[in-house]
């Protein structure tokens, strides 16, 4: 699943090709929204909340999607073969006279007002890349940190709730290990199996501690360093930072040489392999 550099990236290139520019063609091949007509309605901005992006128009409605495992956004300039978008798997279309962007295989698209964003995304934590992340104690890393201590007091998140409304109560009674709480999206959002990876082998925690086993200053340090690697891949590229552990099962360590190792986080059906270091993280 694209991670929150990859959507951040994704929503700053839709906003470029289409904010301050009135939609000419504009097709939702959606079930749910399919008789909605967004035809001729300004797109004001497109912004990444974590792994939602979310297009805000001048009539104050919002498009929320969301790429799961397989979506996609391409640009193609209008007029162009590309951008005839005739495809099975084009879910949606958006065009100007200059671009137009063709979401494809989404995994998620909602038609709301922009003041009700909350109900589709008021579950999350605070965006880890949100531009006040590390600035707002009320909305950035301090109240992740609190949401992160809290759900480890309770034994866990209440549920595994996704937007659809489908939901798995989580054990109860366990101990949150900090892979599970990361990958969530509840305490806090935008990390998926890479960035959990990568953040913890920068701090040299094992992915099962429990959160309560890890400090507030530590949690915070966690964060802050997550956090930089995702800008990096941001400014620097999508998938041109140096990966230590993801998808490096049973290569050596750049630190130490052992072997990485792969296990899988969260209960089913909700697991996802995270790779560790067993001397670098040790238990």
Known sequence: ????DVVRV?????D??????????????WAEAGGTDLTG????????FAKHLLTRLDDGTTLHTHLRMEGQWRIARTGSAAAAARGSDVRAVLANETWTCVGERLGM????????????LGHLGPDILAADFLTDPETGVGLAVTRLRAAAAEGGFPAQVTVGGSATPAPRGTRLPIADALLDQRGVSGLGTIYTAEGLFAQRLWPWTPV???SDHDLEALLRTTRGLMLRSVAEGVGTVRRHVHGRAR?????????????????????RPIFWCPTCQRA
């Open 10 to 14: 994704t929503a700053q290139r839709l």
């Open 212 to 214: 309560d086993d890890v």
């Open 109 to 120: 698209l909602d038609v709301v007002r922009t003041r009700d964003e909350h109900l589709l």
């Open 251 to 271: 290569r050596a360590c750049h630190r130490c040489g052992t072997p990485v190792a792969v296990a899988p986080a969260n209960q089913a059906p909700f697991e």
């Open 1 to 4: 699943m694209p991670e929150g």
């Open 41 to 48: 309605r300004t797109v004001t901005e497109v912004l990444a």
């Open 16 to 29: 470029a090709a289409l904010s301050g520019r009135a939609l000419g063609r504009a097709e939702l091949r």
